[in-house]
C-alpha cells in the first residue's frame, strides 16, 4: 500500500511538472522557446546565414569555434581560448548591406548542462559598438547579470545587449568588446553559447502578412496594420499585399490620435499604384480629423508639399475645396493651436489654394 502511494505521488509530481512546463522543445539539441508563436515570429526577425558577409573573432579554440554561437544548439559554444586574458577579446559581425537591426542577444556562458556553465567563465561587461559605412553610430556598455543556471532553453536565458522596439538601428556592422568576466569554478574558458540578431523589417513583414490573412480585424489590428506598413517598403512585400493592405483593408474611421504618427511614416515607402492609394488615405484621415492630422504634419512640416498635393488631387470638385477649407479655416480660429502653429496652417492653406487653381 505505501508503494502503491509512492508511486501515484511521483506520478502526479510528474503530471504537475509537464503541465507547469510551459516550454516547446523542437528535439534535445534546438532551443526551446515559451510556445509556437514565440518560434516563428523570433525565426521570422532572424537574420539568415546569406546577410552576413563575415563574422569573426579575436581568438577561439578551435574545437570551439565561433559558428557555434550562430548554430542555435545549446551543446556548442564559442571559447575565446584566452584562459582568463579575456579582457579586450571581440566578436565582429558584418552584414552584406545595412540591416535595421532591432534586438542583439547572447546565450551567456556553456548551458550544456549546469556543470558546463558553472565550471566555465561567463561574460560580465561589454561593449557594443555599431557602424555604417565605416562610422561608428552608437556605442554602450552593458552590464550583464550572472544568472543562475536554468535549463529553460535558448530564449529564457537570452541577455539582451541591444533591444530596441523602435524600427531598430541601421547598421552594416557591429562589435561585441569583452570588459570583464564571471569567474569559471574549474576553467578559465570564456564561453558564449548563442548570439541573437534579429531584423526588424523582417519582423514586421512577418507580422504584416499574418494581418493582411487574417479575417474579422479587431480595431487593434487595424492600429497594428498601420504600423506594420509604415515599417515595410512595398517592393520589399510585393505590390499586391501592400496595395491590398492600403484600398481594402485600412480603415480611416477607426484610427486613433496615436495612428497618425505611423501613418504619416507610410510616406516613405510607397511609390507608383501604392502611392495613390495611400493619398486617398490622406484625405480621408484630414477629413475625419482635421485637428490632429494637422498636429502631426506641423511636426513633420518637410512633408506639407506632398500632403497639398494629395489633398488637391483627392478634392477636385468644389465641394470637396469649400470642405477643406472650411476645416483648415475652423482650426485657424481654434484654441488647440499656437500663433506659430496656426501660421503654418494658414500657409499649408494658402498653398492648397494655389495647388487647387493650377490643377
Known sequence: MRIRNILMLCLVMFLLGILNDSYIYADDILPAYKNDRQKSEIEAREVRFYNIKRSEASTNLKKYPLENAFDKDLNRVWVAGTKGNDKGQWIEVE?????????????????????????????????????KEGKKIKESVVDLVDREYYEGGFVSNLDYILKDNYKGY?????????????????????????????NEEDYYKYKLKKLYNKKNLTKRDHSDLLKYLSYVDDYNMGEDIYLDSLIGIIDVNTMEEKDYKNLFYITNHVDGAAAEAYGFIIYEAFLRDSGVFMKELIKNDFLMENYVGHIVFESKFKEEKNLVCDKLDSLIHSDRFSEDEKAKIKKFKSRYLNEYEKF
Open 170 to 198: 541601421i547598421m552594416d556592422k557591429f562589435r561585441l568588446t569583452i570588459l570583464d568576466t564571471y569567474e569559471g569554478n574549474k576553467y578559465d574558458d570564456l564561453c558564449i553559447d548563442e548570439i541573437l540578431i534579429l
Open 95 to 131: 552584414f552584406k548591406n545595412p540591416i535595421p537591426i532591432g534586438v542583439i542577444g547572447i546565450v551567456n556562458g556553456y548551458r550544456k548542462n549546469e556543470a558546463t556553465y558553472y565550471n566555465n567563465r561567463r561574460v560580465k561587461k561589454l561593449k557594443l559598438e555599431m557602424f
